[in-house]
């Protein structure tokens, strides 16, 4: 069986930490924001202010069916892809880097060439050889790139597995089984890591430790995990974003600890 030229070092990327750059100040704790915020609310109150922000974002955004957007391997390797990385970006290279071929053939392809084929998502030196690495431990463990037998296995199971994949991490991991097998998980990315911090659903902690502390809060339901997280992405990509958030705009400002605090001066939630 083909190795994949490079993927040695890829077994040593997490999915943050992957990228040898600094810490991304979009889901670092916020040092702006005092610690005595978030920490007041006990966890029935954080559980409600969640829901509340769920219908409230409904409202605004509409209902989100849960349904897969694309299958699993696409999924897993876009996710790869999208890490610092825009939507276009992203999907540019997951063409590009499907002409190379079916999985096999890009595991077994030159390291720079499947660089190359994703140049169009940030860090890609970075980025190739973790793709091929993952690609072969699929491989290896399943003998083939059929992920299905994930729906079989406990969200736990689920996670574990995924998570011992080369460079796979918990929010990567967590997507898949939301987006894919409607498993009771709750992905927490740049958005939604930033937006229930300021809301006060969580204490400062960082985007790792926030998986457990939200999906604690949220009912076990997949449709309302599914829509919630698209509805939060929505919202910080077009009003509570990290640097200058529309408070004036927001359909949450009344929940809003950080904008009780701050009001229409809001930090960075940045260093
Ligand atoms: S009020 Fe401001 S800080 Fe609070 S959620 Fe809305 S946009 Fe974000």
Known sequence: MPRAAGAGNAGLIPERADLNVSPDPNTSPDPNISSDLNTSRA???????????HRRL???????????????MHELISTILSQRTNAQGEDEAYQELRTLGDWDAIIAAPTQDVAHAIRRS?????????????????????G?????????????EGLKWLTALPGVGLKTASLL????????VFPVDTHVH???????????????AAHKALLALLPPDPPLLYELHINLLRHGQRVCSFGHPKCGQCVLQDLCDVFKVYGGEVPAFKD
Do not use: H, W
């Open 177 to 184: 089984l939301l987006f894919n097998y409607a498993q009771p």
């Open 144 to 156: 083939n790139y059929d992920l299905d037998f994930l729906a079989t296995l406990t969200p736990q």
């Open 43 to 53: 966890a029935p109150e954080r559980a409600e202010l969640l829901l509340n922000a």
């Open 122 to 142: 940030n860090y890609p030196d970075q980025k190739a050889p973790r793709i091929q690495a993952t690609l072969q431990a699929v491989k290896d463990q399943r």
């Open 194 to 208: 930033r937006i229930t911090s300021r809301l006060g659903a969580i204490p400062k902690m960082g985007e790792q």
């Open 58 to 72: 409904r409202g605004e955004y509409g209902e989100v069916p849960l349904s897969p957007r694309r299958e699993p």
